[in-house]
């Protein structure tokens, strides 16, 4: 399989994306038509509250859940209408996913090394390949001296970090976190999170990130609030990360709201609430701006 990788493109690029899950008679709708591009080389975030549609998303870019309609495109693969047989090489080759529970994503009885290796082992590659590939990562995420170890014998921290490895065993254009630093302490988090811009800068891994931690968002490039299966704001890094204090995030990020192909957008929840914003608003183009207001009869 040939991985897709002119530079120029997006790496992904989801259109009016769509995924209804059906339990016996009923449906719920957990992504209700999202637009989302990530460029190749991103590290961005996710955020948005507990069942707004974030792990939803990450499992169809990651091959594990079909999408329902709209459009999902990945590094050149149309995530709609891929053979099943493409989907299985898809998983191994294009992406790299990191769950939050840290046994999940790797063997118990396997060392940190021979667990990187086993997707080099499906995959094909030469065990000297594998072995020299496998040693690089762990010294990337900073684990060379416990190579040997098996998970019991390494912190919660510590498996994410083997666990980042796992995923980029067979070097994927794209990576997948799905809350990674959801059980470790905030030094940790920021540790992991090093990692993942380090990876950027060296690999041009793009990584996209669920997470609901404020403090991390500070340190990636963009951050996509998702809302009820939608894209609602987006925050885009204005100056250099401050590093001397990651913690200060609104000097660094600058919000938007996200319009989708038909120029929709979702208002604040706070600002509609404020203004007493019911169905109907008015809107006017005034001096370069558009004035929204509420309409009469919600104010009363
Ligand atoms: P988040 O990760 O943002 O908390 P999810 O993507 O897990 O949100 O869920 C979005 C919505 O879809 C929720 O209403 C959830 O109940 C529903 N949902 C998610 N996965 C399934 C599933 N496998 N079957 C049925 N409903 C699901
Ligand atoms: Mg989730």
Same mark, same amino acid.
């Given at each position: 399989?040939?991985?897709?990788?002119?530079?120029?493109?997006?790496?992904?690029?989801?259109?009016?994306?769509?995924?209804?899950y059906?339990?016996?008679?009923?449906?719920?709708?957990?992504?209700q038509?999202?637009d989302?591009?990530?460029?190749?080389?991103?590290?961005?975030a996710?955020?948005?509250?507990?069942?707004?549609?974030?792990?939803?998303?990450?499992?169809?870019?990651?091959?594990?859940?079909r999408?329902?309609?709209?459009?999902?495109?990945?590094?050149g693969?149309?995530?709609?209408?891929i053979?099943?047989?493409?989907l299985v090489?898809?998983?191994?080759?294009?992406?790299?996913f990191?769950w939050q529970?840290?046994?999940?994503n790797?063997i118990?009885?396997? #060392? $940190?090394?021979?667990?990187?290796e =086993?997707?080099m082992?499906v995959?094909? %590659? @030469?065990p000297?390949?594998?072995?020299?590939? &496998?040693?690089?990562?762990l010294?990337?995420?900073?684990?060379?001296?416990r190579?040997?170890?098996?998970p019991?014998?390494?912190s919660?921290?510590?498996?994410?970090?083997?666990?980042i490895?796992v995923?980029?065993?067979n070097?994927?254009?794209?990576?997948?976190?799905?809350e990674?630093?959801?059980s470790?302490?905030?030094?940790?988090?920021?540790?992991?999170?090093d990692?993942?811009?380090?990876?950027?800068?060296?690999?041009?891994?793009?990584v996209?990130?669920?997470?609901?931690?404020r403090?991390? #968002? $500070?340190?990636v490039?963009?951050? =996509?609030?998702?809302?009820d299966g939608? %894209? @609602?704001?987006?925050?885009?890094r204005?100056? &250099?990360?401050n590093?001397?204090?990651?913690?200060?995030?609104n000097?660094?990020?600058?919000?938007?709201?996200?319009?989708?192909?038909?120029?929709?957008?979702?208002?604040?929840?706070?600002?509609?609430?404020?203004?007493?914003?019911?169905?109907?608003?008015?809107?006017?183009v005034v001096e370069?701006?558009i004035?929204?207001?509420p309409?009469?009869?919600?104010?009363?």
């Amino acid at each position: 399989m040939s991985v897709d990788i002119s530079p120029s493109e997006p790496l992904v690029v989801c259109e009016n994306l769509v995924k209804i899950y059906k339990i016996q008679d009923l449906e719920a709708m957990a992504l209700q038509g999202l637009d989302l591009t990530v460029q190749r080389g991103e590290l961005m975030a996710i955020v948005g509250n507990s069942g707004s549609g974030k792990t939803t998303l990450l499992n169809v870019l990651g091959g594990l859940d079909r999408p329902s309609a709209g459009s999902a495109m990945v590094a050149g693969y149309n995530l709609l209408k891929i053979p099943e047989r493409t989907l299985v090489r898809y998983k191994r080759e294009v992406v790299g996913f990191i769950w939050q529970q840290t046994s999940r994503n790797l063997i118990p009885y396997l #060392t $940190a090394i021979q667990n990187v290796e =086993v997707p080099m082992i499906v995959h094909g %590659t @030469s065990p000297r390949k594998r072995r020299e590939w &496998a040693k690089e990562l762990l010294a990337e995420v900073g684990l060379a001296d416990r190579m040997h170890h098996l998970p019991v014998q390494m912190s919660g921290g510590q498996q994410q970090r083997v666990a980042i490895a796992v995923g980029l065993a067979n070097n994927p254009p794209l990576l997948l976190a799905d809350e990674p630093t959801g059980s470790v302490d905030t030094a940790t988090a920021n540790l992991i999170f090093d990692i993942f811009r380090r990876l950027t800068q060296n690999y041009g891994t793009t990584v996209m990130i669920v997470t609901h931690d404020r403090t991390v #968002t $500070a340190r990636v490039d963009r951050v =996509v609030q998702i809302r009820d299966g939608k %894209t @609602s704001t987006e925050s885009l890094r204005r100056t &250099a990360i401050n590093l001397d204090d990651p913690l200060d995030f609104n000097s660094t990020h600058e919000e938007y709201v996200v319009l989708d192909n038909a120029g929709r957008l979702q208002l604040p929840r706070e600002a509609m609430e404020q203004l007493n914003i019911k169905r109907k608003v008015k809107l006017d183009v005034v001096e370069g701006k558009i004035e929204i207001r509420p309409a009469e009869e919600s104010s009363k």
